[in-house]
């Protein structure tokens, strides 16, 4: 939608239907362990996203989501690794950003993140991170840039599974873009 001429704003609602997500199941009362399909469930949730442009060279946007969860184990199955092949994922994240044209074809972009907890063992508290990117465009065809990310903190997690999951590490990168 487009309640006012310098502003935008969406809602969107889903709800997902599931059958048949992997689990770990014994056989003949027993061994072997096979991977079977003995999962069941939903995901439903709600994003929403605005943006305003305050002034020509000022932009602002603020957006969040809301996921909720219910999986079960179909009657008659089993899953040994207790839904695991699920993930985890938080209930809330809310983002918020400006860019900015300061003037000399210099443009600023921040964009700050709030990611809810995950309560799963191990649980993974809430946290802020932020980026930002500075870009000038030299010429028509020719952009030089420094840009940062999770730049509040040197790294952290964002998945319980301390195996598999990623720890994002601070960056800052100088670059150019060329368009041709």
Excluded at 60 to 67: A, N
Excluded at 108 to 116: S, V, Y
Excluded at 122 to 144: N, Q
Aim: charged share 20%; glycine share 10%; aromatic share 8%.
């Amino acid at each position: 939608a487009q309640p006012l001429a310098n502003a935008t704003a969406s809602v969107t609602a889903f709800h997902n239907w599931y059958d048949d997500i992997r689990t770990t199941e014994l056989t003949n009362g027993g061994l072997p362990i096979q991977l079977r399909n003995g999962i069941r469930g939903r995901s439903w949730g709600l994003e929403a996203w605005g943006t305003v442009q305050l002034t020509e060279s000022w932009r602002v946007s603020l957006g969040g989501t809301r996921l909720w969860k219910d999986f079960e184990v179909k009657p008659g199955r089993s899953d040994l690794a207790n839904l695991a092949a699920l993930g985890d994922d938080p209930k809330w994240q809310i983002k918020a950003g400006t860019q900015i044209d300061v003037g000399g074809d210099v443009q600023l972009t921040l964009n700050a993140r709030w990611i809810g907890a995950i309560v799963t063992a191990p649980r993974i508290p809430s946290h802020v991170e932020a980026s930002g990117r500075l870009a000038w465009a030299a010429t028509d065809r020719i952009e030089l840039f420094v840009a940062g990310r999770n730049l509040l903190q040197a790294t952290h997690l964002e998945s319980n599974d301390l195996n598999q999951g990623q720890r994002p590490q601070r960056s800052i990168v100088a670059g150019s873009r060329l368009r041709f």
